[in-house]
């Protein structure tokens, strides 16, 4: 088990950016940070969840969505427990709530698995970001 909080959303105008954070905590069992596949998920309002970016904590493998890629960056800070989402350049299309979550084990993460929301057992409660034009 771990327990994962976002933050770091807001409003901005199209062309800016924002830095989410996602602080991983309170580990039980097989989890710790240094052995995580974490993700970022979005979802707008009437639109299914998508994976935005994902990383294997141990390998630094990261993996970044089509349509954020280029712009979206994620990375780790394990002296702090946390992940981030750098995300510049952003659109309306951006637009949504953002999730962070976590597993210890994502199978075929390098192939894809990684944006499966269904292959991650625990989440963050979401963080609201507004892109405007």
């Known amino acids: 088990q771990v327990h994962l909080v976002e933050s770091g959303g807001g409003s901005v105008q199209a062309g800016g950016s924002l830095r989410l954070s996602c602080v991983a905590s309170?580990?039980?069992?097989?989890?710790?940070?240094?052995?995580?596949?974490v993700a970022w998920f979005r979802q707008a309002p009437g639109k299914e969840r998508e994976g935005v970016a994902a990383?294997?904590?141990?390998?630094?493998?990261?993996f970044v969505g089509n349509s954020v890629n280029g712009r979206f960056t994620i990375s780790q800070d394990s002296a702090k427990n946390t992940l981030y989402l750098q995300m510049n350049s952003l659109k309306p299309e951006d637009t949504g709530m953002y999730y962070c979550?976590?597993?210890?084990?994502?199978?075929?993460?390098?192939?894809?698995?990684?944006?499966?929301?269904?292959?991650?057992?625990?989440w963050g409660q979401g963080t609201q970001v507004t892109v405007s034009s």
């Open positions: 979550a976590a597993d210890s084990l994502v199978p075929q993460f390098t192939t894809g698995g990684w944006g499966r929301a269904s292959e991650y057992q625990h």
């Open positions: 309170e580990y039980r069992n097989e989890y710790a940070f240094d052995n995580l596949y």
């Open positions: 990383i294997y904590t141990f390998k630094d493998d990261t």
